[in-house]
Each structure stands twice: as structure tokens, then as C-alpha cells.
């Protein structure tokens, strides 16, 4: 686990989360009616459902906001990558219930109910209510979490998802925001070390996150003899299960040196 607990300043995170926000709304204006049809990477989510879970994802902000907040320690942020997973099947349903209530209309019916979802929360996300730091909400699984944690896990729905519909329209890059980038590399590298603690293994991402994981000998100066390093993308695509950790390796997009730096027992981090 890193030495100390990353923090997060509550404006740069909202600020992060608007752009990319927006980012996204860019790209759902300009689908078609057949764009809506493509098939995803995920299982059996077309686009349509794909784009309803962006907004589903992002409104979740107005209810936790007005939500009594129970007594107790907060959820870690990355106690949120681990039990991700366990939440698949209430994300699943909860998505195909509204795709086909809210977003089953035409392209343009769609971008006017994602604008309508994405407006209420960018009118909370530029007030004062996400403002303080120490302000806890309620985590979906019932937990009190930091509110500007609890922001980064929206960051992260964005990002990662906005990743999958770029993948969905063949599009040759998505405008991420470079601080949600930031903010989610991190996020994701911290989990990892959290959920396999040790000093054995050197994750870099440059220019974002580095950070010590696997258990075995820990490297304290000099260069590490077990390192792993790879860009934003690829590491988020890897530790959301969207890359093969192999394939990473073999197409260069992920170097791994040392006997220990072989990542793929521990990936997926966020399922």
C-alpha cells in the first residue's frame, strides 16, 4: 500500500470531472441513430446502454448529495476498485431497466436526455456543495465515503467508459481530460498496491503515478530490479480488465522487467 494516502483537492477533481463530462457529451451529440446499435466490449451493452450508464453513472452525484450520511469510518477510495465487482449485476440491470425507459428514442432524443441528466449535475458540481473536503456522502454500498472520493469514482466512470464508446465508434483517440487522466491512473495504481501490498514491484505510469506493490524483496535505492511501466491508457485499459495483460507486453505498450514484474495474476483491479 503507498506509503501515505493519496489526497485529492475537491476543485481540481470537480473541474476534472466537468471537462471530461463534457468530453462526452461532445461525442453523444454527434451519434446516429445507428451509432446506438453498435455493439461494445461490454457483453451485451450496446452503445445506447453504454451511454445510459455514463449518465446513470454521473447522476448518482444528486442523490448521494441529498442523502443521510451514516456514522462510521469512511470507505477507502480504493476499497471502491475492489468492490466494483461486486456490484456488476445491480449496475447491469439498473441500466438496461432505464436504457429502455429514459434513452430509448432516436440519437437526438438520447443527447437531450443525457444533457438533461448532465446539466443537474454540473449545476452541483459548480456550486458550493462540492467545495469541502471533509464532507462525507453515502457510498451506493451503504458506506460513508469522502465526497471528493466519491467524485474520483465518478472520474473514473467517465474515463473508463468514454474509453469503451471511443472503442465502440472506432474512433482513433478520445479528448480525455488530462487531469481525469491524472486522477484516475492514480486512483487505479494506489488500488493495486492496496490490493497486493509489497515493495517488489515498481508500477510507473509517467508522468502520473508510481508506486510499489507484490510482496518480496522491497527495493530501497539504486534501480529497481523488478519494473513495470506503460502509459495512462494502457494501465487504466489493463487494470479494468479492457487488455490483456499479455498482448500489452507483446504489442510494447508495457514494459516488464525483472522475475517478479509479470502483473497478470493481479489485473483486473477494478472489475
Not at 141 to 166: C, F, K, Q
Request: charged share 20%; no cysteine; net charge negative.
Amino acid at each position: 500500500m503507498p506509503a501515505k494516502s493519496r489526497t485529492y483537492q475537491p476543485q481540481k477533481v470537480s473541474a476534472a470531472l466537468v471537462a471530461q463530462s463534457e468530453a462526452v457529451r461532445d461525442v453523444v451529440h454527434r451519434l446516429t441513430d445507428s451509432d446506438l446499435d453498435r455493439t461494445t466490449r461490454l457483453g451485451a451493452w450496446k452503445v445506447r446502454e453504454l451511454v445510459t450508464h455514463v449518465s446513470l453513472a454521473l447522476s448518482q452525484l444528486l442523490g448521494v448529495l441529498n442523502s443521510p450520511v451514516p456514522d462510521g469510518p469512511a470507505l477507502p477510495l480504493a476499497d471502491y476498485a475492489a468492490m466494483a465487482a461486486t456490484m456488476a449485476e445491480f449496475v447491469d440491470s439498473a441500466t438496461t431497466e432505464h436504457a429502455e425507459i429514459g434513452f430509448a428514442g432516436s440519437a437526438k432524443e438520447v443527447a437531450a436526455e443525457f444533457d438533461r441528466s448532465l446539466d443537474a449535475v454540473r449545476a452541483e458540481l459548480d456550486g458550493p456543495a462540492v467545495a469541502d473536503p471533509e464532507r462525507k456522502v453515502t457510498f451506493l454500498t451503504g458506506h460513508p465515503m469522502l465526497l471528493t472520493e466519491y467524485l474520483v469514482s465518478r472520474l473514473v466512470e467517465a474515463v473508463v467508459h468514454a474509453d469503451d464508446l471511443a472503442d465502440a465508434l472506432g474512433l482513433e483517440a478520445f479528448p480525455h481530460d488530462p487531469q481525469a487522466l491524472a486522477a484516475v491512473s492514480r486512483m487505479l495504481a494506489d488500488a493495486l498496491a492496496g490490493q497486493v501490498p509489497g515493495g517488489a514491484v515498481e508500477l510507473r505510469v509517467p508522468p502520473y503515478a508510481v508506486v510499489q506493490a507484490v510482496p518480496g524483496p522491497k527495493h530501497t535505492r539504486g534501480t529497481p530490479p523488478n519494473v513495470v511501466e506503460t502509459d495512462p491508457l494502457t494501465w487504466i485499459r489493463l487494470a479494468t480488465g479492457r487488455l490483456d495483460w499479455a498482448a500489452a507486453v507483446e504489442s510494447a505498450k508495457v514494459s516488464a522487467s525483472g522475475e517478479r514484474s509479470d502483473l497478470r495474476a493481479y489485473l483486473p483491479v477494478l472489475g
